[in-house]
């Protein structure tokens, strides 16, 4: 097929994730009580080696899935995968409800392209989960954020404190969380 000829179908979202877990009960109770998924079903091992827990955060049947028995590896190949909420104030809170609970952190901030307000963790596995707020929405000329108007800051505060053009914050963001935060509804067309 021709490079220039466009495909008959277009992807709209990430439908779901599938891990491997080492430990599946474990893995069932940080989904659940931590991060407050629900259980949709569940395989038996007699259908699936190690069983199978199908997890939902919305109507969808499940967004992630998790396959048990299988041998914790020395690190992830699994780079991450990303949560959105609605506000900046729940950034905040997810950041506090994960130190209560012990959550390995592995960032929070933002980093570069997307310019999304996020805190970055560790599942029991070892797998780097993100909750964000706010990400970057190309508009319809097809055309990113300029790489020289990204800001990346090292925590919650900083990127409250610099925040990138376009991206609205709560009228007293700079004393913490506490206010309610809309995502911009209108797709950016730089």
């Known amino acids: 097929m021709p490079a220039d000829t466009p495909s008959p179908f277009q992807l709209r979202k990430i439908g779901h994730v599938v891990l491997n877990v080492a430990d599946l009960d474990a893995s069932v109770r940080f989904y659940t009580e931590v ?16 069983g199978m827990i199908f997890l939902r955060f919305n109507t969808d049947h499940h967004g992630i899935a998790l396959v048990g028995g299988k041998a914790r590896a ?21 950041r506090a409800w994960l130190r209560e609970r012990g959550v390995p952190m592995v960032f929070e901030g933002r980093r570069r392209a997307g310019c999304q307000v ?28 300029p790489a020289s108007e990204w800001r990346q800051a090292r925590s919650l505060e900083d990127a409250v404190k ?20 809309r995502r911009p509804s209108a797709a950016r067309s730089t």
């Open 35 to 50: 991060l407050g998924l629900e259980v949709s079903d569940r395989y038996p091992d007699s259908m699936v080696p190690g």
């Open 74 to 94: 020395p690190a992830s190949s699994l780079n991450h995968f990303a949560f959105e909420v609605g506000t900046l104030d729940e950034v905040f809170r997810a």
């Open 118 to 145: 996020a805190v970055e963790f560790q599942d029991p596995d070892g797998n780097n989960l993100e909750i964000y707020w706010n990400i970057d929405q190309i508009g319809t000329n097809g055309t990113a954020r």
């Open 162 to 181: 610099d925040p990138v053009a376009g991206q609205r914050l709560p009228q007293d963001a700079e004393k913490g969380p506490s206010a309610e935060v």
